[in-house]
Each structure stands twice: as C-alpha cells, then as structure tokens.
C-alpha cells in the first residue's frame, strides 16, 4: 500500500491533519490502534479557542459546533469564599471561547471522513515506523491477522503521549522535559444541569474544583484528588459532598446532582519534546507535549500543531516549498510553550500544594487578590486562555 501521508493515531490531532489534507487534494491513510467508540468513549477536553473553531471551520466540521456550542465571553475564579468574574470578552477586545466537548469534535471529524470515504484503520496492532530519517518511510501494523506496510512520503505522529512514533525517535535525537505534579483531577460527568452558567474555577482549603459543562443538560466538575486516589473511594455521592465543600453557599444551594456517566481520574503533568520534526516524521498534539487540563489548552495546542503541519505540507506538495516543513517544529514549539507556561502557572495558582507551606499559601492568595484588582493582570489572565493569536 502507498499514500502521501501516513497519520498514525484518531484522535482529535491525527483526524482534523487528515481531513485538512483531505480538503487540499492530499491522500492520507490514518492508523488507529484502537476501535472508533473507545476513542470516542474518552472524556477530555471541553473548550476551544478562536483559532480551534476556525480550524473545524476550515477543515469543514465546524456546523454542529455552532448549533450546539456554547459561548462563552467569562468565567468564575472561587477563592476565599466569593466568586469574581474574569471578563475575557470586555479584556480581550471581544474575543471569546466555545464550550463544546472534545468527543463532539472528535465525532464530527469521523463523520466527516465516513462520509469523503477516507481511509482509517481501526483497531491496528503491532504498529511501527520505519526509514522515517531516510527517503522511503514505511508505517507496519497489523490488521485483522494481517500484517500490512504502508509505503508514504511523510509520518504524522498523532498518536499521543503513549503513542509509538516519539517512542521511535533515537535517545540522541530528542530532548524531553517534564513537570509531574502531586496530585490528579478526579472527573465527573453527569446530565444535570450546570451549577452556573459560566465556568467556575476554585481554589479552596481543602483543594482545586472545577465546574464546568458540556449543554444546558450536562454538567463536567473536577475536583483536586492525591494522585495516588483510586476511583474505588469515590461514590456519586462521595463527589457530590467533597464538590459541595470546595463550592460558595450560592453554587452550593444551585448544585444539581445526579448519577454519573463517566467517572475517571487524570494525573497532572507538563511535558515537551524537541523537536518536533524527524526527517520525513512529524509529532502532533500530544505526541510532543501534554499540559495540565487547568488552562483548556491540550486540544488547543493539538489543534494549531496541525494547522502548522497541514499548511506545511500543503505547501510542499503544492508549491514545491520545504519552507513550511523546515520551520513546522520551531513555529509549534514557541507557541507551546507559552501555553506550558501558561498552563503551569494556572496550575500553579489554583492548587493546594501542601509541600509549599504557609509562605506559599500565602503568595498564592496575594497572586489572586492582585489577579482580581489589577486590569494588567486580569488582562493576561484573559488574553492566554482565548488562546494568543497563531504567529
Ligand atoms: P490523543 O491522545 O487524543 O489521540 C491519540 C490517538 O492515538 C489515540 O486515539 C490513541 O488510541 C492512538 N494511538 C496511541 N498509540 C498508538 C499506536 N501505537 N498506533 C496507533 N494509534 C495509536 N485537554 C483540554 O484542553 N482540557 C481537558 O480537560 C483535558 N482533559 C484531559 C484528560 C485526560 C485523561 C487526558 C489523557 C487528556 C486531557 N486533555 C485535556 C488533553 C487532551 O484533550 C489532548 O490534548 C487531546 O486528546 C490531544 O489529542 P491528540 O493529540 O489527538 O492525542
Ligand atoms: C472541561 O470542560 O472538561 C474543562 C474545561 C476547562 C478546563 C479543563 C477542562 O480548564
């Protein structure tokens, strides 16, 4: 077999790559080794930036989004017991996010090769890259008792943080660097309603929450747990009561509750790898970094990753230009990591950090108070979580 763009992993990253090459006449084959409704099954991220809903619009995904998204132009930061509203619309000059699940993006992008009739290979095993420093890279998987070797021009490594293609990269030539933080996110998500009608971030004594939503019916909430904790400790209603303490007496007495749909907890961790180019081989999304989910911008980096690949190879194809391809790695890694800094820092801001001690405890609540009094600061705050403008 041969194409022109072998994209290994369906995630977010590896379908929207595909379905902008789609759109610009270039063949690709993407290699999945898990089945569509387990990648869909997966609960993650839930807000978008401008530069992410015109991609979806680009790569023509984004009507239901649209339809079914939320605006939102603030949210909530919770700290010493009052809410004050982070203006992101009046901060930013108008600039706003959408609420709209990663599934749903993730699902209107499958629906979307489905219908062009694309290739994706779903449930691949034993899956390889080859040559991929040289002139004939080659991507081995296994499919249905048969093994197969996809001849291509380039690799496009989407497929996450454990994936195989960074894992295939030799130690001398990548340079990896990771923060693993001391706790996790417990997630809960359940149709009701959500507490508020804008996201609502806390920092409260006995830890991190997050309330945030998927619709008008269906609520997402986080709440900071060890990250040794076990999903075993925590009932429905284990969540609801540790959620209602870290709450304001107002969202406390409004906080709907129900069963659960899905109930995971996720370590927090930042993690870069450079570069991001290996000869014909390129990492996407979280194949080359993860951020803590505390500034919404892992599938947001995924996301112009790709428009930066896509255009790159675009390019190469079309104009007979290697310009794209030479800077794809550089362009990426300056916008990620404004977004590690920004994620770390949010992080850091948010959550209890038992090891820094009372001197820390106490920075952290000058950083808030100054964050909600201060216009310069409330405006940095507001201009990274809309997402800074592609470079
Ligand atoms: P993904 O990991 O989504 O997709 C990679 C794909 O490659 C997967 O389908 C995998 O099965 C496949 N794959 C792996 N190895 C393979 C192999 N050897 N062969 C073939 N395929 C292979 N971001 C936010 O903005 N907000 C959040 O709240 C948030 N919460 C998160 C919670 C969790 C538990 C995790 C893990 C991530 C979260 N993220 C969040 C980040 C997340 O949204 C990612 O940024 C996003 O999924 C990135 O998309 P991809 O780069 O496509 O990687
Ligand atoms: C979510 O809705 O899953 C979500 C929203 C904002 C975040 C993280 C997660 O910062």
Same mark, same amino acid.
């Given at each position: 077999?041969?194409?022109?763009?072998?994209i290994v992993g369906a995630g977010?990253s590896g379908?929207?790559?595909?379905?902008?090459?789609?759109?610009?006449?270039?063949?690709?084959?993407?290699?999945e080794?898990?089945?569509?409704?387990?990648?869909?099954?997966?609960?993650?991220?839930?807000?978008?930036?401008?530069?992410?809903?015109?991609?979806?619009?680009?790569?023509?995904?984004?009507?239901?989004?649209?339809?079914?998204?939320?605006?939102?132009?603030?949210?909530?930061?919770?700290?010493?017991?009052?809410?004050?509203?982070?203006?992101?619309?009046?901060?930013?000059?108008?600039?706003?996010?959408?609420?709209?699940?990663?599934?749903?993006?993730?699902?209107?992008?499958?629906?979307?090769?489905?219908?062009?009739?694309?290739?994706?290979?779903?449930?691949?095993?034993?899956?390889?890259?080859?040559?991929?420093?040289? =002139?004939?890279?080659?991507?081995?998987?296994?499919?249905?008792?048969?093994?197969?070797?996809?001849?291509?021009?380039?690799?496009?490594?989407c497929d996450g943080?454990?994936g195989?293609?960074?894992?295939?990269?030799?130690?001398?030539?990548?340079?990896?660097?990771?923060?693993?933080?001391?706790?996790?996110?417990?997630?809960?998500?359940?149709?009701?309603?959500?507490?508020?009608? =804008?996201?609502?971030?806390?920092?409260?004594?006995?830890?991190?929450?997050?309330?945030?939503?998927?619709?008008?019916?269906?609520?997402?909430?986080?709440?900071?747990?060890?990250?040794?904790?076990?999903?075993?400790?925590?009932?429905?209603?284990?969540?609801?009561?540790?959620?209602?303490?870290?709450?304001?007496?107002?969202?406390?007495?409004?906080?709907?509750?129900?069963?659960?749909?899905?109930?995971?907890?996720?370590?927090?961790?930042?993690?870069?790898?450079?570069?991001?180019?290996?000869?014909?081989?390129?990492?996407?999304?979280?194949?080359?970094?993860?951020?803590?989910?505390?500034?919404?911008?892992?599938?947001?980096?995924?996301?112009?990753?790709?428009?930066?690949?896509?255009?790159?190879?675009? =390019?190469?194809?079309?104009?007979?230009?290697?310009?794209?391809?030479?800077?794809?790695?550089?362009?990426?890694?300056?916008?990620?990591?404004?977004? =590690?800094?920004?994620?770390?820092?949010?992080?850091?801001?948010?959550?209890?950090?038992?090891?820094?001690?009372?001197?820390?405890?106490?920075?952290?609540?000058?950083?808030?108070?100054?964050?909600?009094?201060?216009?310069?600061?409330?405006?940095?705050?507001?201009?990274?979580?809309?997402?800074?403008?592609?470079?």
């Open positions: 077999m041969r194409t022109q763009v072998a977010p379908l929207l790559l595909g379905q902008l090459l789609h759109k610009a006449g270039i063949d690709a084959v993407i290699i080794r898990q089945s569509a409704d387990y990648v869909l099954s997966r609960i993650r991220a839930g807000v978008l930036e401008q530069v992410t809903m015109d991609l979806l619009d680009e790569a023509g995904v984004g009507q239901r989004m649209h339809r079914e998204g939320l605006v939102h132009g603030g949210f909530e930061l919770l700290f010493k017991g009052a809410r004050h509203r982070i203006d992101m619309q009046a901060l930013t000059g108008g600039r706003q996010v959408m609420v709209y699940g990663q599934t749903e993006v993730t699902r209107d992008l499958m629906d979307a090769r489905a219908a062009a009739g694309l290739s994706t290979v779903y449930g691949a095993s034993e899956v390889s890259v080859h040559d991929f420093d040289g =002139e004939r890279p080659q991507v081995r998987y296994t499919s249905q008792g048969q093994q197969h070797e996809l001849s291509c021009d380039f690799i496009a490594g943080f454990h195989v293609c960074r894992a295939s990269v030799p130690a001398g030539a990548i340079t990896e660097f990771e923060k693993v933080y001391p706790f996790g996110w417990l997630g809960v998500l359940a149709d009701v309603p959500p507490v508020s009608h =804008e996201l609502i971030y806390a920092n409260t004594e006995r830890g991190f929450a997050l309330c945030s939503m998927r619709s008008a019916t269906r609520s997402r909430y986080y709440v900071q747990c060890p990250v040794s904790d076990s999903l075993s400790r925590w009932s429905d209603d284990a969540f609801w009561a540790e959620l209602r303490l870290r709450l304001d007496p107002q969202a406390r007495e409004q906080l709907v509750t129900g069963p659960s749909i899905e109930k995971s907890i996720a370590p927090l961790r930042s993690f870069v790898a450079e570069p991001m180019r290996f000869g014909r081989m390129f990492l996407a999304g979280d194949a080359a970094h993860i951020v803590p989910p505390t500034g919404a911008k892992g599938l947001n980096l995924a996301a112009s990753d790709v428009k930066y690949l896509s255009t790159a190879l675009i =390019e190469h194809y079309r104009d007979k230009s290697a310009a794209g391809i030479d800077s794809y790695s550089e362009r990426c890694l300056r916008r990620v990591w404004r977004a =590690e800094r920004f994620s770390w820092w949010f992080t850091s801001l948010m959550h209890q950090f038992p090891e820094a001690g009372g001197f820390g405890q106490k920075v952290q609540e000058a950083e808030l108070d100054y964050l909600v009094n201060s216009n310069a600061a409330a405006t940095a705050l507001a201009e990274n979580y809309v997402g800074l403008p592609l470079q």
